[in-house]
Nanobody, 124 residues
């Protein structure tokens, strides 16, 4: 059974950094995609970054390339999102998600498993 639990959110000033963590129980290294999504009120859930566990291949939304880094620690069963040079528009509820297989890595509707989310607030 896959269970995802996020942590690490908080309030921070623009230009600062945060690292989100997701405890990903039940996710094996064989053909899972793990991702971070974010959502603000009234908007659709947006794919931020994803990683394909068998190869470590990563995918990023254009809006976060060069600022965010997704990584995973297989031994600890954790997924991370290092967020640097944060902007006010990066704020929102951040969700950890998992699905079997590759492809459509930043499309929310393809993901089967979701965490409860962790809030990130970036003040200007």
């Amino acid at each position: 059974q896959v269970q995802l639990v996020e942590s690490g959110g908080g309030s921070i000033e623009a230009g600062g950094s945060l690292r989100l963590s997701c405890k990903a129980s039940g996710v094996t290294s064989s053909s899972f995609s793990l991702a971070w999504f974010r959502q603000t009120p009234g908007k659709e859930r947006e794919g931020v970054a994803a990683i394909y566990t068998p190869t470590g291949g990563t995918y990023y939304a254009d809006s976060v390339k060069g600022r965010f880094t997704i990584s995973r620690d297989i031994r600890k069963a954790r997924l991370y999102l290092q967020m640097n040079s944060l902007k006010p528009e990066d704020g929102g509820m951040y969700f950890c998600a998992a699905k079997r297989g590759r492809g459509n890595t930043l499309v929310a509707t393809w993901y089967t498993y979701w965490g409860q989310g962790t809030q990130v607030t970036v003040s200007s």
